[in-house]
C-alpha cells in the first residue's frame, strides 16, 4: 500500500481558493448569485482543505511492522493500524474527488448538491474517527516500545535478523532445497547495558599525581623583549669618568669634561631544546599521558633555560650568565664585628648602590635561605618570619629568589632591572611528529619542546656575586 501524497496541481488549486475569497465573489460570479457562489466557495474551500490534511501513512510501514512485531503474537494491533491506514487512504480519495467536483461546479457558476454537501460532510466525520482510532493505536505503540510491555532492552542483531521481512521469505525459499545466501544490513544498538558494551566500558584510571614543580624566579627580575636575530649586537659602557665641577659665570677656563667609554658586544640566541619518544598507540589510548609529558617537557625547559640565565658559561652554544659576569665581592671598607651571611649581603648590595645602581634582588640557594629564615632572637622568636603565617621572602628591602639552579653557599645580588635583560626569539612550543627517524612504520611519535632565548649584561658592575665561606647564617 502506498502513502498518499499530495499533488502539486491539488495544492496551487488551494491556494488560489484561498486567495479568491477575501477578494469576494463577484469577480468571477453574476451579481444575481452572491449568496449561492458564496456558499459554494466557502464549501468547496472546506473540502479542498480538508483534502489537504490528509497524511494517512504519518509512520513509515516498516518501522510500524518492527514495532506492532514486538507488541503482540497475535498482531492484532498491526492488523488494526494497516486497517485504519486503508480507511483513511479511501476517505482521502473520497475526498479529493468531491473536491475536484466542487472547483469544477464552481467554474460553471452551479450550485453545490444537498447531495455533494451531505456526502463531504459525512466523509469529514468518518475522517475524524478514524484519525482518532489511528492516534490511540501509535500511542499504544509508544507505549509498548517505551518499556510498560516488558521490551526494555535494545534488540540483539539476531532478533533484528530474524524480523527482518527478508527472513521469511528466505526461509520459505530455502525449505524447498537447494543452496542459497542472505544478507541483512543489521544494526543493533550498542548501549552500556550487561547484555551489550557494558561489560567493555571501564573507568577512566589516574595513576600518575603531578609532581610538584619548583617555582622560577630569575625570568621574573629581567625585563624582557623580543628579537628576530639569531645573535644579539649592544653597546656596553666600559667607563665613566666624572669630572662634574662648579664653574664661575663667566670662566676663564674651559668646563670640566667628562669621559664615557663604550664598547660592541654581542650574545648569542641560544636555543634549549629536549625530546622524549612514546608510541602513537599509548597517547591514543591514555590522553592525559600526552598532556602529562607536554607539562613535565615544559617544566624542564624552563628549569634548564633558569640555570643558563644564571650560570650559564658562555662557551660553545650556552648563555653568558648573570652570575658568570658579575663583579667578584668586595668589601668597600665596612667593619663588621662577628660578620654572618646576612651583613656580607648587606656589604654586597653596598658595593652595587657604589657602581652608582641600585640593587633590586637577592639571589640564593634554598638551603640558604632557609638557614637565614630560621634566624631567631635571644626570647627564640623568628626574625624573617612566621610560621603560621604567609611572608613574601624579603632581606633588607630587596625580593630574595630561592632556586636551586643557585649553588649552597654561593650568592648573588645585583640591579636586575637595570643591568641585563632577558631576549625571547621563540618561545616554548611543543611539536608532536611521526617523521623522525623510523617512527612512522614503527608507530612511534616524537615529541620535541624547545625555545629560542637571549641574555644581554649592559653593567657586569650592577651585580655582586661572591659566597659564604667560613659565615654563619646569623649571629
Keep these: 500500500m502506498k502513502r498518499f501524497k499530495l499533488s502539486a496541481p491539488l495544492i496551487l488549486a488551494v491556494i488560489a481558493l484561498a486567495v479568491a475569497i477575501p477578494l469576494g465573489v463577484g469577480a468571477f460570479v453574476p451579481m444575481s448569485m452572491p449568496v449561492a457562489a458564496g456558499s459554494l466557495l466557502a464549501s468547496a474551500t472546506v473540502v479542498a482543505l480538508a483534502a489537504l490534511c490528509v497524511e494517512p501513512a504519518q509512520f513509515p510501514r516498516r518501522l510500524a511492522h518492527a514495532q506492532f512485531g514486538r507488541a503482540g503474537e497475535d498482531g492484532s494491533i498491526e492488523r488494526e493500524y494497516k486497517q485504519v491506514q486503508a480507511d483513511l487512504k479511501q476517505v482521502g480519495d473520497d475526498l479529493r474527488k468531491y473536491a475536484e467536483q466542487a472547483e469544477k461546479d464552481l467554474k460553471t457558476h452551479a450550485k453545490m448538491s444537498e447531495e455533494t454537501k451531505a456526502s463531504v460532510d459525512k466523509l469529514l466525520v468518518t475522517q475524524g474517527e478514524l484519525q482518532a482510532r489511528l492516534q490511540a493505536a501509535e500511542q499504544l505503540i509508544v507505549k509498548l516500545d ?282 616554548v612550543n611543543v611539536t608532536v611528529s611521526t617523521s623522525d627517524r623510523d617512527n612512522f612504520v614503527k608507530n612511534m611519535v616524537t615529541i620535541l619542546c624547545e625555545e629560542r632565548v637571549g641574555l644581554t649584561v649592559y653593567r657586569p658592575e650592577a651585580f655582586v656575586k661572591g659566597d659564604f665561606d667560613g659565615l654563619p647564617a646569623s649571629a
Design 146 to 427: 517505551g518499556g510498560e510491555g516488558g521490551a526494555g532492552r535494545a534488540e540483539t542483531m539476531g532478533e533484528v535478523f530474524t524480523q527482518d521481512e527478508r527472513f521469511s521469505a528466505f526461509a520459505a525459499q530455502a525449505s524447498g532445497g537447494g543452496s542459497y545466501s542472505l544478507t541483512v544490513p543489521v544494526k543493533a544498538a550498542v548501549t552500556s547495558l550487561p547484555g551489550s558494551a557494558g561489560a567493555n566500558i571501564e573507568p577512566q584510571r589516574i595513576g600518575m599525581i603531578q609532581p610538584l614543580q619548583q617555582r622560577l624566579f630569575i625570568r621574573d627580575l629581567l625585563n624582557w623583549g623580543r628579537t628576530g636575530s639569531s645573535s644579539l649586537e649592544f653597546v656596553r659602557e666600559s667607563g665613566f669618568t666624572n669630572n662634574a665641577a662648579p664653574v664661575s659665570e663667566n670662566p676663564t677656563n674651559v668646563k670640566p669634561e667628562s669621559d664615557i667609554t663604550f664598547e660592541l658586544d654581542s650574545a648569542p640566541v641560544a636555543t634549549i631544546a629536549h625530546w622524549i619518544r612514546a608510541s602513537k598507540q599509548v597517547l591514543s589510548d591514555v590522553p592525559m599521558l600526552q598532556s602529562y609529558i607536554d607539562g613535565r617537557l615544559r617544566y624542564g625547559l624552563k628549569l634548564k633555560e633558569e640555570g643558563q640565565l644564571l650560570k650559564g658559561s658562555g662557551v660553545g652554544l650556552n648563555l653568558d650568565g648573570i652570575y658568570t659576569q658579575a663583579t667578584a665581592y668586595l668589601n668597600p671598607g665596612v667593619t663588621v664585628q662577628a660578620e654572618t651571611a646576612i651583613d656580607r649581603l648587606r656589604l654586597a648590595l653596598l658595593q652595587v648602590t657604589l657602581a652608582e645602581l641600585e640593587a633590586d634582588g637577592i639571589v640564593l640557594s634554598p638551603v640558604d635561605w632557609t638557614a637565614i629564615e630560621l634566624t631567631k632572637d635571644k626570647n627564640s622568636n623568628y626574625v624573617f618570619a612566621t610560621p603560621t603565617g604567609l611572608a613574601v621572602p624579603g632581606l633588607w628591602g630587596r625580593p630574595v629568589v630561592a632556586t636551586q639552579s643557585m649553588d649552597i653557599g654561593d650568592f648573588l645580588v645585583g640591579s636586575f632591572q637595570q643591568g641585563a635583560q632577558g631576549w625571547d626569539r621563540e618561545d
